[in-house]
């Protein structure tokens, strides 16, 4: 170990002595050997005469004069550049008009109150109240369908068949039941200005005098076809129609439209933009159970009554003015050809000069059958009455004068809101708006079978008006684009009778060869072509109430009242008869007899009795309207009158007041 250490530090003195010259002696060599391969290296042999010279071409390259088709086809072979019409195409965009509006800011522009800003709510919905429920059965005029649920057209040569004549409105598709929710309902047209409707007169002048003209000369008329045939020859129509007969459950009510607006204003700290955008009407309802309990609440099938709805032909004209009428929340009435509506208007918002009848003492169906003013039936002056109000709107577009309340006519009361202001981004949204306190819903429901008893309730679905927006306070709802108001109230009980129906009527004289007897009225609904026909017929102890008789049935098309045998029998038995006649008054009592209501004990076709009260179906609404529109159908049949409005019960059945006293087919709602 020592001679180890003697050895190293023997080298480190050496370093230390001769190190920093062994470096210089490395540097020094190879700073020679690069001095070396310098003096080696060929020098760049460069003369002026050769910069000179190259200078000279550059200056001439740059002086050349290149021709310019000659420069565009070499950028052709070489780059491929394709020629384009840009003249053309500037032209072109000069055509396309910018519409403003589709610039405008997704939010208004507004300035915070110094210290507070604002900050919305969510507004506070409320529910439909006066709930009205009715039962209906008539034939609707619908388009045929094949296998597959697709129109039927006519094929080419093929006649097309005569149908009845089209006072309705044609339905426009795309947002049925309410965009699509509860039946929801078609846009409504703008209103026509005066300037235009006088534009449109002129026009048709000057067509008919070209008209004129040319069948002088011998040439063939312009004939200028309908919008409803252009829009059935785009469509690839024109398509087969078919009367079809329904059941439907008609449900009404009132909506405080005023307090829904006044919810926003409060909500939305801004009064331009508070009105609310209605989505569809939500209904359910519930079923009686054989043993008298009810089932539980269960939304009506949208698309079964979507598939009723979207396939109608006509509507019927409403009694209630457009800024009374919701879009989204009022579903339109399809034309019938068979039956009359009943109980689809609320009375209180039907304009006034729409609620009476005009006296017409030289028809005594104008008296109509419940005594003067005919309110609880149909009336043969009805007809004049709606032709009357027809030409005195028609009076009103044309003049260009008129009031609100004749079908919101002359100040636009339908989509385009009630002059509302259209400065603000979110006024001018596409939806219905209105300034009226009160405005009315309704919904069908088409999905109802014979012989079941429901209560219906329903709710409004709103567009959110917060939805996705940043200036909300805490908690307020603005991920969820639909609002869902509060349930209403359910209605009263509303019963949809069995295709054949008896009611008691009055007890017949006593015979000792035949016992008691009772006369029933039968009503008969036939699905296939929507007919309600009544008939009456006496039955005893053990028999069948109902047999085949040829009755009446009237026809909306204009040609006459037919006599059709039909099938009356109920296919119920008579078990037991009781009451009838007429009875003294009790000892001490003094007046004339009063009369026993009779009492009927039936057998039905499942086993189940039932008993029927003379009392209780005579009084019956829905047996009453069957009666009376009945007779006003017939009455207009025999005057071979073409239908021009589905409106049954004489307007009688819109009587909230009168609705309320009746019970057994429906009923207004509790409070």
């Avoid at 565009?72 to 000069?94: H, Y």
């Avoid at 009810?294 to 009554?305: G, L, R």
Wanted: aromatic residues 6%; proline residues 6%; contains cysteine.
């Amino acid at each position: 170990m020592a001679n180890a250490n003697a050895i190293v530090d023997k080298m480190a003195q050496v370093g230390l002595r001769h190190g920093e010259k062994a470096g210089v002696a490395i540097a020094m060599t190879v700073f020679l050997v690069c001095v070396a391969a310098a003096i080696q290296e060929k020098g760049i042999e460069t003369t002026p005469d050769q910069v000179k010279k190259v200078a000279e071409q550059a200056q001439q390259n740059l002086n050349r004069k290149e021709e310019r088709d000659a420069i565009i086809k070499r950028l052709e072979e070489v780059d491929k550049i394709e020629p384009t019409d840009f003249a053309a195409a500037v032209e072109k965009q000069v055509q396309i008009k910018l519409v403003a509006d589709q610039y405008r800011p997704a939010r208004t522009w507004v300035t915070p109150e110094p210290g507070a800003g604002l900050i919305r709510e969510t507004p506070e919905l409320i529910a439909p109240s006066e709930l009205y429920a009715f039962p209906g059965r008539g034939g609707l005029l619908v388009f045929a369908l094949d296998d597959e649920g697709n129109k039927i057209p006519y094929k080419e040569g093929e006649e097309k068949e005569a149908t009845h004549q089209k006072y309705g409105k044609v339905r426009k598709k795309g947002s049925g039941m309410g965009g699509s929710g509860m039946m929801g309902q078609p846009k409504k047209k703008r209103k026509k200005s005066k300037e235009e409707i006088e534009r449109e007169a002129k026009a048709e002048q000057e067509r008919l005098a070209s008209n004129l003209s040319k069948s002088l000369a011998g040439a063939v008329p312009d004939k200028e076809p309908s919008e409803a045939e252009k829009k059935e020859e785009e469509d690839g129509g024109p398509y087969k129609e078919v009367t079809q007969g329904y059941r439907w459950v008609v449900i009404t009510g009132v909506l405080d439209h005023g307090k829904l607006l006044e919810n926003y204003r409060k909500a939305l700290k801004n009064p331009s933009v508070a009105h609310p955008q209605y989505l569809r009407l939500d209904l359910q309802r519930r079923t009686q159970q054989p043993d008298g309990s009810w089932s539980d609440w269960a939304n009506v099938d949208i698309e079964k009554n979507y598939s009723v709805l979207d396939n109608i032909t006509d509507e019927e004209e409403e009694l209630v003015a457009e800024d009374k009428l919701p879009d989204n929340l009022v579903d339109h009435l399809p034309f019938l050809t068979a039956g009359l509506y009943s109980g689809v208007h609320v009375a209180k918002l039907v304009p006034k000069e729409k609620r009476q009848l005009p006296q017409d003492t030289q028809n005594p169906m104008a008296m109509g059958m419940g005594g003067p003013g005919g309110m609880a039936t149909g009336s043969g002056s009805m007809t004049a009455m709606m032709q009357a109000n027809q030409q005195n709107m028609e009076g009103m577009m044309q003049s260009g004068k008129g009031r609100m309340g004749m079908m919101g006519m002359m100040q636009g009361s339908g989509s385009a809101g009630m002059g509302m202001p259209m400065g603000d981004t979110e006024s001018v949204g596409n939806f219905w708006k209105s300034e009226e306190k009160q405005v009315m819903i309704r919904a069908l429901d088409y999905t109802v079978q014979p012989d079941e008893t429901y209560r219906y309730r329903v709710r409004i679905v709103v567009a959110n008006p917060n939805y996705n927006r940043d200036d909300v306070g805490p908690g307020v709802n603005r991920k969820d684009s639909k609002l869902f108001g509060p349930w209403s109230q359910e209605t009263d009980v509303v019963t949809m009778p069995p295709d054949v129906q008896p009611y008691a009527v009055r007890a017949l004289p006593f015979n000792v060869k035949t016992g008691p007897r009772l006369l029933f009225q039968v009503v008969r609904f036939n699905p296939g072509d929507g007919w309600t026909v009544p008939a009456r017929f006496d039955a005893g102890l053990g028999e069948i109430i109902g047999e085949i008789d040829r009755e009446a049935v009237p026809k909306s098309d204009g040609s006459g009242t037919k006599t059709e045998q039909i099938d009356f029998n109920s296919h119920q038995i008579v078990l037991d008869i009781d009451g009838g006649g007429f009875q003294n008054l009790p000892n001490g009592m003094l007046g004339p007899k009063i009369e026993r209501p009779a009492l009927a004990a039936l057998l039905r076709h499942d086993g189940a009795m039932i008993v029927h009260s003379e009392a209780d179906d005579l009084a019956n609404p829905f047996r009453k309207d069957i009666e009376s529109n009945y007779t006003h159908e017939l009455h207009e049949s025999d005057s071979k009158k073409k239908r021009e409005h589905s409106q049954g019960g004489g307007y009688g059945s819109m009587m909230g007041s009168m609705m309320q006293m009746m019970g057994g087919g429906g009923g207004r709602g509790s409070r």
